[in-house]
């Protein structure tokens, strides 16, 4: 007879791995099915002799007393995980001139002082507002209060009636100094334009109460502590399971159908993949819900990317000293918009230069632009010329790079939907836009009772929320299902 688990989870990403390891903990039989034959979905790395490359993750708020640190005390995995700092939060040029943001948060204040003296009532002005919400939104997590943010929906209100561009201009009146605080958009996919004001100023803000770091040996290593908490407490972490199906009985999910034809009966589930995927391939269309599938239709996918995977002969700390250098062309970000949105890949308006810092190993940098997929595009074909555009143009930005090339990976939209199922090679799920904050995404409880979604497609992006996202999840199952 097949075991039955209490829960399984589709996808292995870390908001999967997060969400398992706290169930695991305390008590349930915990099953991952993932399709990849490696864990952690975009938590994850790869060689090419002699480099290794992180495939996206290269900088996340985690400081020692930060949220994510506090999860990790909580499963009792702290000292496993070593972080090392970056050198700035980031940095913002723009043509010629850089500005260098200081990842310390003690540096912060002063930094932004001494470069704008004539704006410091507007910059603390800014940073009490940021100051503010913060306390109202994440302090509650650090308590591990059930609710999170949904207990603040008056709070919430304000800010999401406006976007972030808007919010920005509202405190700063100087336009250089606007673009200091635009030119972080990269982390989060949208232009400020319409990005969400909560979103932003909190990922601003977290980055200043916490710095912002890199994990020893890549973040792989924080999907591995996860699934050994979900090991050591009795749970199963399996890759190349591919979920073709899910199986209802009497209004829940009964069991999940593999790509090999075997079935996983479980209690409840819980998907980490993309609500599309889910919908359309996972359920038959009378489990389907309607609502539902609006609510999905009217959300926006953010965008993908062009990577570039570069590899070194020399140490290029010299050349590109900072870890994370965001270059724009200039700073008319509607048009980048526009650019992107249209699927025009013939102009590199911006830039993302990430170095990952591994004193044990020869430099490599992971180049990027946010593209996204296009019917019309042939992205094998395409991939390397756009590739070799952005190598050019990174060589006039910093003179000498190219030269010591000596492995070059390119990824399109399509390499990061192959690896990791997300719709569109998305990199943060649906976008951060002004109003999509949160539950405004999908909501975590799904319209069938045992199923629920997790991840970077409901509460929020990036690490430090999907982490959020999946802890939120568990104690809501815990809290649910007194076990
Ligand atoms: C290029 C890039 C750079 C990024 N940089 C950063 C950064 O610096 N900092 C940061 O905080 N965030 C960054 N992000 C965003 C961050 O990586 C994601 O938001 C986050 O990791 C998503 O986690 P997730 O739990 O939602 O799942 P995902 O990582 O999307 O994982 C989903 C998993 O589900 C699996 N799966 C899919 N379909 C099935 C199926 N049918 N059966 C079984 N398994 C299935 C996939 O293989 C995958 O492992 C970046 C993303 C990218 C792509």
Request: with cysteine; aromatic share 12%.
């Amino acid at each position: 007879m097949t075991k039955k688990w209490d829960a399984v989870f589709i996808g292995s990403g870390l908001s999967a791995l997060t969400c398992g390891a706290f169930l695991a903990k305390k008590g349930m039989r915990v099953k991952v099915l993932e399709k990849h034959y490696r864990i952690g979905g975009y938590a994850h790395s790869f060689s090419r002799n002699p480099y290794r490359f992180e495939s996206g993750i290269h900088s996340v708020p985690m400081g020692p007393n930060g949220y994510i640190y506090t999860l990790l005390r909580a499963l009792g995995i702290e000292n496993k995980i070593e972080t090392i700092s970056h050198n700035c939060m980031y940095t913002a040029q723009f043509g010629d001139i850089q500005y260098v943001i200081p990842s310390s948060p003690d540096a912060l204040r002063p930094w932004f002082y001494e470069q704008f003296p004539n704006d410091r009532s507007d910059i603390n002005a800014l940073f009490d507002d940021m100051a503010f919400l913060y306390k109202e939104i994440i302090d509650p997590l650090f308590r591990f209060e059930k609710k999170g943010n949904e207990t603040n929906p008056h709070i919430l209100d304000k800010y999401q009636k406006q976007t972030y561009k808007t919010y920005i201009e509202s405190y700063i009146k100087n336009p250089e100094l606007q673009n200091i605080f635009f030119a972080q958009w990269p982390f989060a996919g949208v232009v400020p334009e319409i990005a969400s004001t909560t979103f932003f100023t909190l990922l601003f803000y977290v980055h200043a109460v916490e710095g912002s770091h890199y994990i020893k040996g890549g973040f792989g290593m924080l999907a591995e502590g996860l699934a050994d908490v979900i090991r050591e407490h009795g749970g199963e972490v399996t890759c190349s399971s591919e979920v073709i199906s899910l199986c209802k009985e009497n209004g829940k999910i009964k069991h999940a159908v593999l790509a090999s034809g075997e079935t996983i009966e479980a209690d409840r589930f819980i998907s980490n993949i993309s609500p599309d995927t889910l919908l359309e391939q996972l359920l038959d269309t009378e489990s389907t819900n309607r609502l539902w599938v609006r609510r999905s239709n009217q959300l926006t996918k953010a965008s993908s990317a062009l990577a570039v995977y570069l590899g070194f002969d020399n140490d290029i700390n010299a050349l590109l000293p900072e870890n994370i250098l965001f270059w724009y062309k200039n700073s008319d970000f509607t048009k980048m918009n526009k650019r992107i949105t249209n699927c025009d890949h013939t102009s590199n308006d911006h830039l993302i230069f990430l170095k990952t810092p591994h004193p044990e190993q020869k430099s490599t940098l992971f180049l990027m632009k946010f593209a996204n997929e296009s019917e019309t595009i042939n992205w094998a074909t395409e991939k390397d010329h756009i590739a070799d555009s952005m190598i050019l143009d990174a060589e006039k930005i910093i003179p000498g790079l190219s030269s010591h090339i000596t492995c070059k990976v390119t990824a399109s939209p399509q390499t990061f939907r192959r690896y990791t199922g997300n719709s569109g090679g998305s990199l943060y799920g649906y976008a951060n836009l002004a109003d999509r904050y949160s539950e405004a995404r999908i909501p975590m409880q799904t319209f069938i009772p045992n199923l629920y979604q997790t991840g970077h497609w409901c509460r929020g992006v990036g690490v430090w929320n999907v982490m959020e996202s999946g802890h939120t999840v568990a104690q809501r199952i815990l809290a649910e299902n007194i076990i």
